[in-house]
């Protein structure tokens, strides 16, 4: 279905969970998150029944996200019936930081799951454990290569670009995907009311397109807000713009938050509480289509206008 700006919405990104095995330094506070009561949280039944209301409102895609999806249990059960029972989603995705991979890679890959993102910041593991306030870098890469052996299809690596940190490691990740024949993304930090750091990290991929000398690749790949640019030897980043090549009347996506609500634009509060209305599918159908038609226009970060909730709580 399309929105009152005309841009049809097929992507849905489904927060399972807002807890976390990592504290990001840019994603969450270091305190860590305000502990749910189990009630606050959606049982994966609910999400089934919005997904399949969503199916039937045109969405085609799913991406299952959080804070860490996978730390949910009964997350790839709920994978499976999606993928069983709702063929209209024709795409199922995740965003993972990969540490639980060795764990259910190969169901995932029985499953046939469309598209991994596996979020890797830095090839150091000092910076890495810095970053993620203790995590340890071979745990991710381990995830990333049981995906690889599992035969999942479509793996890529997400990193937000943080200036001092890893915005002068580009070439490395360009290695690290031709070696292993992985699409590599950056994406720019945002801010967060929260104040994560980006004043202190945050740095547009312009200056580090300039600063690696990269040459802009000539096809038209704008479809996962994705530019791509190249090394002069052909080795290839993508860069994902939210702040300095704002893709708002492009966009085709809505989340669900763990909580229960409709968010319809990352950095935008307005929501709609979805959780009245769970066993009564006709109405949770009808709130989840008022809603979609009401999407914002875009984001005003750079007016100031900053979410309230941090991302873990959002479903990036
Ligand atoms: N835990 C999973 C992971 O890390 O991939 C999924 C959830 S995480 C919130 C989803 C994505 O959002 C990750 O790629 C993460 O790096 C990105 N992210 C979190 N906070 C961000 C921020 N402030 N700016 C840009 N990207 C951010
Ligand atoms: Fe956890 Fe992902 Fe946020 Fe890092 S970015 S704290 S791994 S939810």
Redesign the pocket.
Same mark, same amino acid.
Request: contains cysteine; hydrophobic residues 30%; aromatic residues 10%.
């Given at each position: 279905m399309t929105d009152n700006f005309t841009r049809e919405i097929n992507y849905a990104r489904i927060s399972l969970t807002d807890k976390?095995n990592?504290r990001?330094l840019?994603?969450m506070p270091e305190c860590g998150i305000e502990k749910k009561q189990h009630s606050d949280i959606v049982s994966l039944d609910n999400i089934f029944d919005i997904i399949k209301a969503l199916s039937e409102l045109g969405i085609k895609k799913v991406r299952f996200?959080?804070? =860490?999806?996978l730390v949910r249990n009964g997350a790839v059960d709920l994978m499976k019936k999606v993928r069983d029972e709702i063929p209209a989603i024709k795409d199922i995705c995740i965003?993972?930081?990969g540490v639980l991979l060795p764990q259910y890679a190969k169901e995932l890959s029985e499953i046939g799951i469309n598209g991994l993102?596996?979020?890797i910041?830095s090839f150091d593991p000092e910076k890495y454990s810095f970053i993620t306030r203790g995590g340890k870098l071979d745990d991710a890469l381990k995830g990333f290569k049981c995906a690889k052996d599992a035969g999942i299809e479509n793996i890529k690596i997400?990193a937000?670009l943080l200036k001092g940190i890893n915005d002068g490691s580009i070439r490395e990740f360009a290695d690290f995907g031709l070696n292993n024949n992985t699409e590599v993304r950056f994406? =720019?930090?945002?801010p967060?009311s929260f104040g994560?750091s980006y004043d202190k990290y945050g740095i547009t991929s312009k200056e580090v397109i300039e600063n690696n000398s990269l040459i802009k690749t000539e096809r038209d790949t704008f479809t996962n807000n994705t530019e791509y640019y190249q090394f002069s030897d052909g080795a290839e980043v993508g860069f994902i713009r939210p702040i300095s090549n704002k893709f708002c009347s492009k966009c085709n996506r809505i989340r669900i938050t763990a909580d229960g609500k409709m968010l319809l634009c990352l950095h935008r509060t307005d929501e709609v509480d979805l959780k009245g209305s769970f066993g009564k599918f006709d109405e949770l159908k009808g709130l989840l289509c008022e809603g979609i038609k009401n999407k914002p226009e875009g984001h005003d970060l750079c007016g100031g206008n900053l979410q309230t909730r941090a991302?873990?709580r959002i479903g990036?």
């Open positions: 976390c990592f990001c840019y994603c996200t959080g804070g =860490e999806p965003t993972t930081n993102n596996i979020s910041d997400n937000v994406i =720019e930090l945002m967060f994560n991302m873990n990036g």
